[in-house]
Each structure stands twice: as C-alpha cells, then as structure tokens.
C-alpha cells in the first residue's frame, strides 16, 4: 500500500516550519519512505488530483487557534470521494496549545472528512505544545523520537500506534497544580522567552506593546 504525506503548514518545507520537521521525522527510518507534498506553492487543483494515486493520505497540519490554515481548506475543498474502497486518510496535528482537549472539535470534523470522501479513518494523531520546535530543537528530542516511532511503526502496521497517539496527545486537560504552574510562569514573564525570541529576530521588539487599532 503506499502513501503520501500533506504538508497543510503556509510556510512548507522551510527552515521555521514545525510541520516540516514533524513530515520528515516521520517518514525518517522507513524502508521505504513516503512522498511529502507541501500544498504552499503548489497548484492545489493538481495536487487534490495527485493524492488520488495512493491507498493512504496522511496531512500533516499546524493548528492556529482552532482554525486549519486556508490553504489547507482549500485544498479539501479540492478532494473528490474515492470511487475505490479501502482507502485511507489520516492527520497528525501540531499546536501551540498545551491542551489537546483544543482538538477534539477538528478531530471529529477530520473523522466525518474521512467518511464523506469514502476513505477509512486512520486516526489523529495531536502533539500540543509544538510551536517551539524549530526553536529549540533539542527540547523536543523526545517528541521527535516519538513522532519517528510513529513513523517506522505506520511503515510496518499501516496503522497510527494508540500507545504512541495517547503520549504524544498528553496533556489532554492540564491539572490544578499544572494550572496555577503556568499562571506562575506566566506570571514572572518565563512563558515570553521563546515569543521575545521571535520579535527580536524579525527587529519589531521595541513595539511589542503597540496598539495599531486603537
């Protein structure tokens, strides 16, 4: 059975993009490793086409605040019902929710994708907490490992590994303590590192307390 792999992220396969590193870990250490296709600069009509030569479509996405990135509602919009049984379509997300309770509403509009274009549900996959990735690579290390995991399991299963899916997707619900640990943090600025981080870079860090629309 082969398969590709979507990469529904704006910023495809560069440097900065976690859902870039996310595609390529996964399919690192196959034996045989899947095709990954960026729907950024590509023609979506074509490539909604393309994806119909394979059993198997994994979509590998970035969440932002609920919302699926346009381009990659677009590219649905594209995709026609297989006239062929036994295909599959599957999704791993990356968020910077710490939550993966925030998913479970695209979850169950991925399941219901699935049954509407006649493929087989393979699953989601949630990792929150994965907006850093890119940044400090080596905190990761062990989601990364998993996430590889994932992949070289898939290769020989076919299948999403429910072990694998339920560490990646912790914490579903942060706890009390987890709560007021954060708000701590939060609190005395150490939630801002990576953030701060950012604007420095892109030079716009002296007008992090504008007000344009005021």
């Not at 250490?29 to 059993?55: Q, T």
């Not at 699953?123 to 905190?139: N, R």
């Not at 942060?174 to 870079?201: A, E």
Request: aromatic share 12%; glycine share 6%.
């Amino acid at each position: 059975m082969n398969t590709i792999i979507i990469n529904g992220s704006p910023k495809g396969n560069g440097k900065n993009s976690n859902t870039s590193i996310i595609c390529k870990e996964f399919v690192r250490g196959m034996k045989i490793p899947c095709e990954i296709k960026c729907i950024a600069n590509s023609d979506i009509e074509e490539l909604a086409h393309y994806v119909e030569n394979y059993d198997t479509v994994i979509i590998i996405l970035p969440l932002y605040v609920h919302a699926m990135p346009g381009i990659l509602m677009k590219f649905i919009e594209h995709l026609r019902p297989s006239s062929i049984k036994g295909k599959s379509l599957g999704f791993i997300i990356q968020a910077g929710f710490i939550e993966t309770a925030q998913e479970k509403y695209v979850e169950r509009y991925f399941e219901s994708l699935a049954k509407q274009l006649n493929y087989n549900y393979l699953g989601t996959v949630s990792k929150g907490e994965a907006a850093a990735i890119y940044m400090f690579p080596k905190m990761f290390k062990k989601v990364l490992i998993k996430i590889n995991e994932l992949g070289r399991i898939y290769d020989e299963t076919h299948a999403f590994d429910p072990k694998l899916t339920k560490e990646l997707g912790k914490p579903y619900q942060l706890s009390k303590f987890q709560i007021r640990l954060y708000q701590f943090l939060c609190d005395i600025g150490l939630n801002n590192i990576g953030w701060h981080k950012v604007l420095k870079q892109n030079k716009v860090f002296d007008k992090r307390l504008d007000m344009p629309f005021l």
